[in-house]
C-alpha cells in the first residue's frame, strides 16, 4: 500500500478476513510492534503482535519515518460469511478499527428470516415455571392463553375409545362396533378437538400451556394434528416442586403431590426416548432465575425468533420472577433435611420421587443436581426451516 508524503499514513490495514483468521498491517511507536486484535461485537476473537515483516508496505512506511509490520490473527472458532463481514481489529490503545480495505471479506448473503416455530406446547409438571414460560411468549408475539387445560383430552378419548372397544368388540358382523373402523373414529374425534382449539386461537404464532401427565402422554397425538410442534418442557427439583405445590394446592396430600411430580417427569422420558425426532427444550425454573439470558438464547434457538424477541424474553425472566408461593420461594434451594419433613414423609418422598430424581441428576442437598449428570437446557433437534 503506497502513500505519498503529502498524505497522513493511516495506522494500518485490514486486508483479509476468512473464517478462521484475519491479516493486514499495522504501524508503531518508540515501544515497538503493536498489539492488535480483532473483534466481533463484544467477543474477542484473538489478538497478535504486527510484527511480520511486510515488504510492500516498507516504501511507504519509510516515507513517512513511521515503523510497522504486519499481523495474522488466528480466531478462537470458525465464522459465518456473515460473521466475516462484521468483523474488526483495532490496535491496543488505538483510537479506533483498522481501516478495511474492499473486498476484506465476502459479502454476506441476504438471510432469510423464517417465521417462527409454532405451535408451541408448554408441558411438565405444575409449580416448575409453565407460568413464566408462557408469559414470556405470550410477551413476545405469541397468541393463545395463560392456560390450557383442554388438549390433554386427547388422551382421555384415545384410552376411553381403546377401552370400549376393548369390552364391545366383536367379530359378529351383527354387532354395530364390529364396523367401526377404531383408528378412523380416533382421527375424526381428535380432529373435532383440533377444529375447536384453531377456532379459539387469535392468530399465529400460537402456544398452548398445560401441566399434567396426561397433556405429556398425548404428544404423539399433537404432532399427527400439528406436525410442527414443537414442545418445552417445564422441570423442576421435587424438593422445590413439592413444597411449593403443599402450600398452592393444600387440597391434595403429600403423597398426591410426590406421584403426581414423579409421573410428569417419568411420562416426559419415556415420551423423548420413544420420539427421536422430538423438537424439544428441557427448561429447570432454577435456571430461568439464576441464567435468564441463557435460558432466552436457548428458547429462541429452537423457535428461530429474532434478537429483538429473545431480548424480550431475556427480560421478562430477569425482571419477573417465575410464580412464587411466598417471598422468595422461586430460586430458593432447600435440602431435604430442611424442609421439615419428618421421617415418614420422607420415606414417602424417596419411594415416589427417588426414581426420577436419580434419572434426572437431582440430589437431596443445597448443591441441586450432580454436576454434569443433569444437562440444564437439554435439547432436541432445532425446529424445522
Partial sequence: MNHSPGTAIPPGYLEAVKPGSAHGWATYGEGG???????????????AIADLIRTDAEASLAVHNVRGGGF????????SPQEQARVSV??????????????????????????PAFPVFIVGSPRSGTSILAHALLSAGYTGYKEGNFLSLLHRLDADVDTHFEVFGSENTE????HIDRQALKADLFAVLRAHVEAHIA???????????????????????????VFIFAKRRAIENIASRLRKFPDHDFRYHCADWARNMARWREIRA????????????????????????AIAGLLRLPPARERMIADI??????????AGTA??????????????????FRQHCGPEMAAYGYTEDESYRHTGTAEALRRGPLAAS
Fill in 317 to 326: 425472566f430477569a425482571r419477573d420472577r417465575p410464580e412464587e408461593t411466598g
Fill in 175 to 178: 354387532v354395530l362396533t364390529t
Fill in 33 to 47: 510492534p503493536a498489539n492488535v486484535y480483532a473483534m466481533l461485537g463484544n467477543e474477542m476473537l484473538g489478538a
Fill in 331 to 348: 430460586v430458593r434451594v432447600l435440602s431435604l433435611e430442611a424442609t421439615g419433613w419428618g421421617e415418614d414423609m420422607q420415606a414417602v
Fill in 72 to 79: 495474522l490473527i488466528v480466531f478462537n472458532r470458525e465464522l
Fill in 90 to 115: 483495532t490496535v491496543l490503545g488505538g483510537a479506533g478499527p483498522l481501516l478495511r480495505l474492499p473486498g476484506a471479506a465476502p459479502e454476506p448473503e441476504e438471510e432469510e428470516e423464517l417465521p
Fill in 203 to 229: 392468530g399465529e404464532p400460537w402456544l398452548d400451556k398445560t401441566g399434567n401427565p396426561e397433556m405429556i402422554t398425548a404428544i404423539p397425538t399433537l404432532l399427527q394434528l400439528w406436525p410442527d410442534s
Fill in 274 to 297: 420413544t420420539q427421536p425426532d422430538l423438537r424439544f427444550l428441557e427448561v429447570d425454573q432454577q435456571d430461568i432465575a439464576a441464567a435468564p439470558a441463557a435460558v432466552a438464547r
